[in-house]
C-alpha cells in the first residue's frame, strides 16, 4: 500500500519544488530557453510545455476526484512516450511568452485545485486510477516532474558551458 502524504506536506513539496525551477529559469535568455537540444530535440521551453500539458490532465484528475466522478483516459492506449510526443507536437510551435504564461497559470491552478481536496480525497484507493490513490499522480504531475525536469535543463546548461 502506498504510503499516506499529508495534504500539507505535499503542496510544501509542489511549492518548493516550484521555487527551485522557477529560480533555474529565471535568469535565462530568451536564446537559451529557445534553442533546441536539452533533451532530444526539446528545448527548455518544450520542457516547460511539457510540464503544463501534464498539470492540466492532473488538474481534471483532481477535480473528478473532488466531485466524485469518473473520467475517461485523454490518451487511451498510448504510451508516456506516445503523449509526450503528441504534447511537445501540440505546442513546438507556441510563443515563449505563451508558454511561460500558461506554466505560471497551470502551475496555480494545479495548487489550487490540491488545496480543495481533503487528506481522504487524496490518499483513498480510487477504481478509475486502478485502486491508486490520487497522491502519487499529483507528486509525478508536480514537485516530482519539476525536479525530473531541473536535472534535465542543469545538465543541459552545463553542457552549454564548457
Do not use: C
Not at 484528475?61 to 504534447?87: C, F, H, K, W
Request: net charge negative.
Amino acid at each position: 500500500m502506498a504510503e499516506h502524504i499529508a495534504k500539507e506536506q505535499l503542496l510544501e513539496k509542489m511549492q518548493s519544488s516550484y521555487a527551485i525551477f522557477t529560480a533555474l529559469l529565471s535568469p535565462l535568455s530568451e536564446a537559451q530557453l529557445t534553442t533546441p537540444g536539452v533533451n532530444g530535440g526539446w528545448s527548455i521551453k518544450d520542457n516547460i510545455a511539457h510540464l503544463s500539458a501534464w498539470h492540466r490532465r492532473q488538474i481534471a484528475r483532481n477535480e473528478a476526484v473532488r466531485q466524485g466522478v469518473e473520467i475517461p483516459d485523454p490518451t487511451p492506449g498510448m504510451s508516456i512516450e506516445e503523449i509526450n510526443e503528441l504534447y511537445y507536437k501540440q505546442n513546438k510551435d507556441r510563443s515563449l511568452a505563451d508558454v511561460l504564461d500558461e506554466f505560471d497559470e497551470t502551475a496555480r491552478a494545479i495548487q489550487e485545485s490540491v488545496e480543495s481536496l481533503t487528506d481522504e480525497q487524496l490518499n483513498s484507493p480510487i477504481d478509475w486510477l486502478n485502486g491508486r490513490s490520487l497522491a502519487p499522480y499529483v507528486a509525478g504531475d508536480s514537485y516530482e516532474h519539476y525536479e525530473e525536469h531541473t536535472e534535465i535543463i542543469q545538465h543541459w546548461l552545463a553542457q552549454q558551458s564548457k
